[in-house]
């Protein structure tokens, strides 16, 4: 088992492999744009989402073991989707204007059970802000928990 966490040169990696990436790629760049259409993408999955469960909810008990492929198939899919757009959100990634940002991660956000966004938000944002240190960065285990998982 390793002793410690996993020590980078620089404090922020992020940067730096986006210029190796660009230098290699050019045509990467044409890529990293915010991309508005991502709100309607959330809009179609949470409504495919919620057609599904409703439609399933109407078929009752007995199709119990189709239900559970489709949740299987199409929500884990669904479900990532929507945790892709929840992540472009919180960067700001699909309007310029925060709020609507906001917005669009909430409506990603609506099919989970437990939702929770406006919290990924907070604690992503501060992951990248405090990146390596371990005090701060929300994203970094905590020394008993990487003993616990290796």
Known sequence: MQAAF????????????????????????QLMVRNPWTALIALLVVVLQTS????FGKLGFGY???????AY???AFANHANYVIIH??????????????KLVGILA???????????????HLRHHS???????DADLANHWEARLVG
């Not at 599904?52 to 439609?55: H, K, N, P, R, Y």
């Not at 437990?114 to 938000?121: E, K, S, V, W």
């Open 6 to 29: 996993y020590q980078s040169e620089s404090d922020q990696p992020h940067p730096g492999r986006a210029r190796a990436i660009i230098k290699a790629h050019p045509e990467v760049r």
């Open 52 to 55: 599904l469960a409703f439609c």
């Open 64 to 70: 119990w073991w189709l239900s559970l492929v489709m």
């Open 73 to 75: 198939c199409v929500g």
């Open 88 to 101: 472009d959100a919180t960067h700001n990634l699909i309007f310029r204007n925060k709020s609507w940002n």
């Open 109 to 123: 956000d609506l099919p989970n059970l437990n939702p929770g966004a406006m919290g990924f938000r907070v604690y």
């Open 130 to 136: 405090h990146q390596g240190d371990y005090e701060h």
